[in-house]
Structures are given as structure tokens and as C-alpha cells.
């Protein structure tokens, strides 16, 4: 058409473009089919622009609602979408106009929203923008001499999405975009304004929302359980305006009908996002995998376990099924990432993959791999004895209850880690504590794992520390008539020696091992045994002293062994000759002999010191050919 008016508006540039101009130039041309089409072919920055471009164009297509309406007017009830469809037909610039006037009201309904968002919509801080500044003043390719022109100002980028983002891509992408971009108040308004366009793509827009964002921050953004049907809570889009006449279901199927046949001027939206729609409100157990996925991409993503677990206590407190158990697992991780101690290293990536597929008694050691014995009974009441109740509840809720458990994989624990850590326990598990402070609760278990753990080491230099651990076990006094049952122990004691003797059969026996010999020991024997270990560790210091040191099972292996016995003692005497071990002295030398006759039990087995085999006078015999070979007088 050759219209001044027109070609001066065809001429301006958007960003130009003011709201006189819209008035003032669009606003006279006559042709309103040009108009309006001119209104939705720009899209401006400027809020009041846009708002005065869309009132035209609206405006300018008052007159096709009008002669539409008529058209129904004049028609039966039943007929009314037979006569809008022949209307169309004989006049396609009508059915052009509707459609206009369809993307008109769309773009408006998004200038409306837009301004309600701008308000709430994040900004960058001031002193995100001064560090800008700062950074762009101290330009490296800035000629330090040239002072002629004004220094240039930084871009500030304030907003996730801009107006024309907004009114020209796809609603769906405007969505992600504020997801992305965490502004979860703008999103809110968003998806309440737009529902019904929204809902089919809800979990594509949820997806978009980053993983360490606070669950408490978008409660009312994820899926909820409707108790009533058991499903998703369906989102009803809030009614803001009454439908126009281009709106209305009828209006719509019949511009539809004649898409089809020969398609209307399309004005292609910006970009869009691909997603699988899902029309229908999920079941309670569909929502329940949602948020486990959702955690799993957190703890994948981010390693925030915290954040994870905050977002399924929410569900859970919701009612949705399924996640109970589920949210156990994770408070149990999030204790062993937050409160068990690390390691000066980087900190382990743990995720829920690899916490499932270890076992307990490998969770119990990451609980307790960087524990002192200072921390480690702390860390147990604390840490694993929580985890420990949590597998015992379990059990019972399927239907094996097992009150052992805990204990049992505890005792585990303590039968495999050393014997410092061991000392840390018993020492907080003595029985002058209260009950309920001890970590061993038992006496009798105390004791037999005591044994376990001091006969199944191999150490033969911790003396102070298997004494420390020896010193908390209980004192018993032993009624005479219980004197026979006592020697139960030394029966336990003789068979044990032969299990732990070193052989190509079997591997060396382990603490655990040992514990299956002290369980069947009834209280009497217990205390017989503890009697016995208490010879064995004076025994042991003795021979550490002197350079002979051995393990406490060595007593084991040697208690019914003459010649293992007399070699030992013979080792005894002759090493004080050894280069550079002399004895200094007469009263040295004294020392020895006291000492290896303490050892000495004048034969009788039942006196389980070191050389209990050997008498006295054997003793003295060796002790003098030791002598006698060093040359000393």
C-alpha cells in the first residue's frame, strides 16, 4: 500500500519506537488489517511501548468481533459454529483478523504478567556491579596516556529474560529460563498465570531449577499428593479476565479447521523448548519416584546431601508414600558427610548408588575412618550406634526381628580395629559408668571380647595399652562352689593353644575367630580366664623388657610346650650377651634372674606364667650358662 504514514513507520526502528510514535504514526494509517498486523509484528523493550502497540492493534480489531457476533447472532443455537466457519470462508481476512487479534490478547496477557514479574524478578547486586566496574576500569588494552574520551560503561545484564524474550519466545522457555536462573518468584507468578499452557511441561520447567537451591524455597513449585484421589494435585489456572469472542472453544476449533485447509499467516515464535508433555496428575507412587530422582540428580550433581535430604523430609511430610525409608538412607549419609571427621584430603564423593551397595559393617568403618581415640566413643554414640537402631527397626518392620544386631556389628567392629581404638572403648564402656554411658553394656560380653582382642593380636610392644584395656574389664569375686567351673577356662585355654599354632591347614586365627572358643564360657570361667590373661600380660612385659617380646597367643601356643618354653628362656639369658646389650652390672643381672624365675611355675602348667613348664632350678641352670657365654665375672 502507498501510504505515507505507513512508510514512515516501516522505517523506524524498534528500539526507537515511542508511544507517540504509536499513536501519532501507526495510528493514522486507515487500513486496519495493516495495523494490526504491523502491532504484532514488533516486539519492543519498552513496557509502555509495547502496551500502546497492543491497545491498537486490539482496538483496530474491535470491528471483526463485532460482525462475528452478529453472524451467531442471526443463527440457531446448534448452528452457530457452521455459520462463524461459512463467514470465514466467504471472508478470510476476518478469520486473518481473529487470529491476530488471538496472538494480540496472548502477548498481552504476557505484558501483564511481565510487569507483575519485573518486580520481584532478581537484579544484580550493587557490589556484583561495582566489581564490574572495577574490572572493566582497569582494562589491559587501555592506552594508560589517552584521557581524551570518557571511559566506557560495562554492559549490566539485570534480568534472567528481557521483555521481548518474554512476549516473543516460546512461554515454555521463558519458564526454564527463570528456573535456570533460580528467580523462583517470578517463576511462581508465571505458573499461576499461565497454568493451563504450563501444567503439560510442569516437570520440564521443575528439571530446570538447580539442584542446590533450597527445597524449602519451592515447596508450593513441586509435585504434591492429593489425599482425597491419591494423585498429583492438579493446578487450576487462576481466572484473571473474562475469554474474548477469538478465545472461546468454537472460535478456536473453527480457525483450526481452516489452518488446516489453507494455512494462516503464522507469526513463528522464538525459540522453544522440546518436552514431553504428561496432560495427566501423577499416582502417589509416580510422585514418589519423581522426588527420588530428584535426589539423586542432587547428590550428583552437587553432593549437597543436606539439600537432598531437606527436599524428601518435606515430601514425606506430605504423605507421599515410599520415601520413609528412603529419607532414613539419606540422614544416615548426610551424618557420615557432615558430622563424621574427614580426613585432611578432599572430601569422598558419596552418593546414594554407592551408600546402598555397601554393606554394614563397611558403613560402620566410613563412620569411624578418621576417629581418634580421643573422638571414637563420641562417634560411636553418636554416629554408629543411630545407624546401628535404624538396621534393628528395619529388621522388624519386615518381620525378622533381630535385638542382636546392633551389638553383633559393633563387637564386629571391635574385634577388627586396633587395639587403641579398642582401649578408647572399653574405657568408655567401664562398669563404675551408668548404663546407659557405656558403649559395651555387658559385663561378661566386655570380658570375652577383651580376651578375643588381646589373644588374636599380633602386637608385641603395645604392653601399657592391652594393660589399659585390661584394667577396665569388671572384678569378680568367685564363690568356691563356682571353683570348678573355673577350670572350664583352663580346658578353653589348652584348646585354644592349638588353634592359634601357625599351621599349612588354616590361616591365622583373628580375633573374631578366638571369640567363638570365649562364648560358651559361663561367669565363673570368664573370671578364671581374666586371672590367666592378667599372669600373661605381667608375662608379656617381662619378656618385652628383656628384648624376647612375643604376642599374647605365643602363651597360648607354649602353655602345654616344654621345649617352646625352655628356647624362649634360653633366648632370655643369652641375649644380655649380645653386642651392644650387655648388662651393665651385678644388680642387672640380678634383675634377670628375678625375673626369670618369676616366670618360672616349678612345672605346674596351671601357674601360666612364661616358663611355667620349667622349674626353678632349670631356670637358674640356663640363666647361668647365659651368663657364662657373655665372659662376664
Not at 452478529?70 to 476476518?94: G, M
Not at 525378622?400 to 556389628?409: A, C, F, G, V, Y
Request: proline share 6%; hydrophobic share 40%.
Amino acid at each position: 500500500m502507498s501510504n505515507p504514514m505507513a512508510e514512515q513507520w516501516v522505517e523506524l526502528e524498534a528500539d526507537k519506537i515511542t508511544v507517540l510514535d504509536v499513536q501519532k504514526i501507526l495510528g493514522q494509517v486507515n487500513d486496519d488489517q495493516w495495523v494490526i498486523s504491523a502491532c504484532v509484528d514488533r516486539i519492543v523493550e519498552t513496557i509502555p511501548v509495547q502496551r500502546a502497540l497492543l491497545s491498537l492493534g486490539l482496538a483496530r480489531s474491535d470491528g471483526v468481533v463485532e460482525r462475528c457476533s452478529n453472524i451467531i447472532a442471526l443463527s440457531l443455537e446448534q448452528q452457530h459454529t457452521d455459520a462463524l466457519l461459512s463467514h470465514f470462508e466467504n471472508a478470510p481476512a476476518d478469520a486473518q483478523l481473529c487470529y491476530l487479534r488471538s496472538i494480540l490478547l496472548q502477548r498481552l496477557d504476557r505484558l501483564n504478567t511481565y510487569v507483575d514479574m519485573e518486580m520481584v524478578l532478581p537484579k544484580k547486586s550493587e557490589m556484583l556491579v561495582d566489581e564490574e566496574m572495577e574490572e572493566w576500569e582497569d582494562d589491559p588494552w587501555a592506552d594508560g596516556n589517552d584521557r581524551s574520551e570518557p571511559m566506557a560503561q560495562p554492559p549490566i545484564s539485570e534480568a534472567p529474560i528481557s521483555l521481548s524474550q518474554f512476549m516473543g519466545n516460546d512461554i515454555l522457555w521463558s519458564a526454564c529460563e527463570l528456573a535456570s536462573a533460580s528467580a523462583l518468584e517470578a517463576l511462581r507468578i508465571l505458573m499461576k498465570r499461565h497454568t493451563s499452557s504450563l501444567w503439560p511441561s510442569r516437570f520440564k520447567i521443575l528439571q530446570c531449577i538447580p539442584g542446590h537451591v533450597q527445597p524449602s524455597n519451592c515447596w508450593d513449585l513441586f509435585p504434591s499428593l492429593n489425599t482425597t484421589t491419591n494423585e498429583e494435585t492438579v493446578l487450576v489456572q487462576d481466572s484473571w479476565r473474562q475469554p474474548d469472542f477469538v478465545e472461546r472453544p468454537d472460535t478456536q476449533m473453527v480457525l483450526r479447521k481452516l489452518n488446516k485447509r489453507s494455512p494462516l499467516q503464522y507469526i513463528y515464535p522464538g525459540r522453544a523448548i522440546s518436552f514431553t508433555p504428561i496432560e495427566y496428575p501423577l499416582s502417589a507412587d509416580a510422585i514418589s519416584i519423581w522426588y527420588e530422582d530428584r535426589v539423586n540428580d542432587i547428590i550428583s550433581n552437587t553432593g549437597m546431601i543436606d539439600v537432598a535430604l531437606a527436599l524428601v523430609q518435606h515430601a514425606a511430610a506430605q504423605g507421599i508414600p515410599s520415601l520413609d525409608e528412603f529419607g532414613e538412607d539419606l540422614s544416615l549419609l548426610s551424618r557420615l558427610v557432615y558430622d563424621a571427621p574427614q580426613g585432611q584430603e578432599m572430601h569422598e564423593d558419596w552418593t546414594l548408588q554407592r551408600w546402598f551397595s555397601m554393606d554394614p559393617m563397611a558403613i560402620v568403618n566410613a563412620y569411624l575412618a578418621y576417629s581418634t581415640p580421643a573422638t571414637l566413643a563420641k562417634d560411636i554414640r553418636c554416629l554408629v550406634l543411630p545407624y546401628l537402631y535404624v538396621l534393628e527397626a528395619r529388621e522388624e518392620r519386615v518381620g525378622h526381628p533381630d535385638p542382636s544386631l546392633p551389638t553383633r556389628i559393633l563387637y564386629d567392629y571391635i574385634l577388627t580395629t586396633s587395639l587403641n581404638n579398642v582401649a578408647a572403648i572399653f574405657d568408655a564402656s567401664k562398669p563404675t559408668l551408668l548404663r546407659a554411658q557405656r558403649i559395651i553394656k555387658n559385663d561378661e560380653e566386655m570380658a570375652r571380647l577383651a580376651l578375643a582382642c588381646l589373644y588374636g593380636s599380633n602386637s608385641s610392644d603395645k604392653w601399657a595399652t592391652m594393660n589399659t584395656i585390661f584394667e577396665c574389664l569388671p572384678a569378680w569375686e568367685i564363690p568356691k562352689d563356682e571353683d570348678s567351673n573355673a577350670r572350664a577356662a583352663d580346658t578353653t585355654v589348652a584348646s585354644l593353644g592349638q588353634f592359634v599354632t601357625p599351621s599349612t591347614n588354616q590361616p591365622p586365627a583373628t580375633s573374631k575367630d578366638l571369640l567363638i572358643f570365649f562364648k560358651p564360657l559361663p561367669f565363673a570361667s570368664l573370671s578364671r580366664a581374666l586371672d590367666i590373661l592378667d599372669v600373661h600380660l605381667e608375662s608379656g612385659e617381662i619378656l618385652s623388657r628383656w628384648n624376647v617380646s612375643a604376642p599374647l597367643r605365643w602363651f597360648l601356643q607354649s602353655s602345654g610346650d616344654v621345649n617352646e618354653q625352655r628356647a624362649r628362656a634360653n633366648k632370655m639369658a643369652r641375649r644380655a650377651g649380645e653386642k651392644g646389650d650387655s648388662l651393665k652390672g651385678i644388680e642387672d643381672w640380678q634383675w634377670l634372674l628375678q625375673d626369670m624365675l618369676k616366670l618360672s611355675g616349678n612345672g605346674d602348667p596351671f601357674a601360666r606364667g612364661a616358663f611355667c613348664l620349667l622349674t626353678k632350678e632349670e631356670v637358674m641352670t640356663i640363666f647361668l650358662s647365659g651368663l657364662l657365654c657373655t665372659g662376664s665375672t
